[in-house]
């Protein structure tokens, strides 16, 4: 078995352990972050049947996975990075979700590049929850203009993401977020990497974006 399918199910095997120790029922989907990953380091993992990979450039999404998408349709891909709006017509043919929305003009873009091909793109609202201004995501007082305006333009909103401050316990803005998206009544969260995806889903992600933990470290 390779390495990164036995990462990958010691990892399952951690969040089902825990969730179950404390006793709430969430079964969290694991992105696994393929960035700056080479194919051949990617394909065990989906001949194991995984089928969420996230990455964060459009131009490497579409080299890496336009071939495999059409040979696999069941593989979901998820762009968890800043989206610019001059890429969005190429990122709504490759990608399935969009973990980056945090502004009307991207929102709108989106709608209209999604519908000249007829597909629907499942959007989160990245959500700016520690307030850094090194930091990309909406002001959580905007959230839910935002939201608004994302369901009156025709997109698919199934939830918020966030990415918390760095070197700071992760529980409160996890807990926050999770209620914000109910706040919302959105179904889908977007929360908890390699460090902290055990406490994400304590606060109930549903979307777990694991790269080093299952890829090892990058160059």
């Known amino acids: 078995m390779h390495n990164t399918v036995k990462n990958l199910l010691n990892i399952e095997n951690n969040i089902n352990t825990h969730l179950n ?3 709430i029922g969430n ?21 194991h049947g995984h089928i969420d990979y996230g990455e964060n450039k459009v131009q490497e999404a579409i080299e890496k996975w336009t071939e495999i998408k059409r040979i696999n349709s069941k593989i979901r891909l998820h762009m968890i990075g800043k ?26 873009k989106i709608a209209d590049e999604q519908n000249k091909i007829n597909k629907k793109i499942k959007i989160f609202l990245q959500v ?7 930091k990309s995501g909406i002001n959580k ?7 608004s305006y994302c369901k009156e333009i025709g997109l ?10 760095s070197n700071i316990d992760p529980e409160n803005y996890f807990d926050e977020l999770n209620k914000l998206n109910k706040t919302l009544s ?16 304590k606060h109930f992600s549903t979307y777990v974006r694991i790269g080093s933990s299952i890829f090892g470290q990058r160059s």
Do not use: R, W
């Open 27 to 47: 079964n969290p989907k694991i992105i696994a972050v393929s960035k700056t990953f080479k194919i051949n380091k990617i394909l065990p993992l989906i001949e």
């Open 186 to 201: 959105l179904n889908e969260l977007s929360m908890g990497m390699s460090s902290d995806f055990l406490t994400a889903v």
């Open 128 to 134: 700016n929850i520690g307030n850094e201004n090194q």
């Open 21 to 23: 120790k404390l006793n």
């Open 141 to 147: 007082s905007n959230i839910g203009e935002l939201a």
């Open 156 to 165: 698919d909103l199934i939830g918020l993401m966030c990415i918390p401050p």
């Open 83 to 108: 989206l610019q709006t001059n890429k969005v017509k190429f990122a709504v043919k490759i990608f399935d979700y969009i973990h980056s929305v945090d502004s009307e003009k991207l929102a709108k």
